[in-house]
């Protein structure tokens, strides 16, 4: 690479070129999804960009191709990493252990729901990254308990796992368990969706605290308030899949 700007640029965190993401739908004869076409966007630490656009533009998958969770069609990711000489890994060319590194100390990502694990706390569960990332684990109890008391889960449920919580608790976990790291970069579907007004509030605190502190968050918010109190930048997808087509129309705008 001739220009990198990961070295030349210290608050880069992200930098997506020319994504492209189509789905082909094997047992429905073949058919292809175009969901993304040619999106391309930088993250700064301190940024929080807010992805708009229709339902179905494409926002959830390519937050997930930001997570590795789905491998881009065309385009590359690269993640800031200043372990490697050239401070970035390319996620879209990373192998899955190399992927999980990045997960662990720079990635968090909070889904809109929690894929719950069967018979472990919920306290465990959001005390988990920390202890993965070699904090003690009564330290990393004692951070889960703050947090979860910030975000008004019931002290009578963290000892419980939340298979049986109610969609707003499952949730309150959920982003308890994706900001308790401090990851550097933050990838947030819909964190808000099933909460109410207050709950909503605690959590575009959070976002705010975490964004001011130096993290780089990409998100999805449906709900203006919250996009207007946590977003320093909003950027529209177009949808990209007119009548499952292909195309190469994909716009990007920001505003
Ligand atoms: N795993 C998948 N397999 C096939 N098609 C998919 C898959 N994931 C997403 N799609 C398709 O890609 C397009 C974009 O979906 P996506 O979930 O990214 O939209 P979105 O912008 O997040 O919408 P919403 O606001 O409704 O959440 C849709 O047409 C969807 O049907
Ligand atoms: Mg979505």
């Not at 999106?39 to 960009?49: A, F, H, K, Q, Y």
């Not at 533009?57 to 930001?66: E, I, P, Q, V, Y």
């Not at 918010?221 to 930048?233: G, Y």
């Amino acid at each position: 690479m001739t220009m990198n700007s990961f070295v030349t640029n210290d608050a880069l965190m992200l930098q997506a070129r020319g994504i492209e993401k189509t789905f082909t739908l094997h047992q429905q004869g073949g058919a292809r999804i175009a969901a993304l076409s040619g999106v391309s966007l930088d993250v700064e630490r301190g940024e929080c960009v807010v992805l708009a656009g229709a339902s179905g533009a494409g926002k959830s998958t390519f937050l997930r191709c930001m997570y590795g969770n789905y491998l881009a069609t065309r385009g590359t990711i690269a993640i800031r990493d200043d372990s490697k000489p050239q401070r970035h890994v390319m996620l879209t060319e990373a192998a899955p252990h190399e992927i999980i590194r990045l997960r662990n100390t720079t990635m968090g990502y909070v889904s809109q729901f929690l894929r719950a694990i069967p018979r472990v706390s919920s306290l465990d569960l959001v005390a988990e990254p920390l202890v993965s990332r070699g904090v003690d684990e009564d330290e990393a109890r004692e951070r889960a308990s703050r947090l979860l008391e910030r975000l008004n889960v019931p002290r009578r449920l963290w000892t419980l796992a939340p298979a049986t919580f109610s969609g707003g608790e499952q949730q309150r976990v959920n982003i308890a368990r994706g900001l308790i790291a401090a990851h550097p970069l933050l990838l947030l579907d819909e964190p808000t969706a099933s909460l109410d007004a207050g709950n909503r509030d605690v959590v575009a605190d959070l976002i705010v605290e975490a964004r001011e502190k130096g993290a780089a968050i990409v998100g999805i918010f449906h709900d203006e308030d919250t996009r207007e109190r946590v977003a320093t930048r909003i950027v529209r997808l177009a949808s990209a899949n007119a009548a499952y087509v292909q195309t190469d129309s994909g716009v990007l705008q920001t505003c």
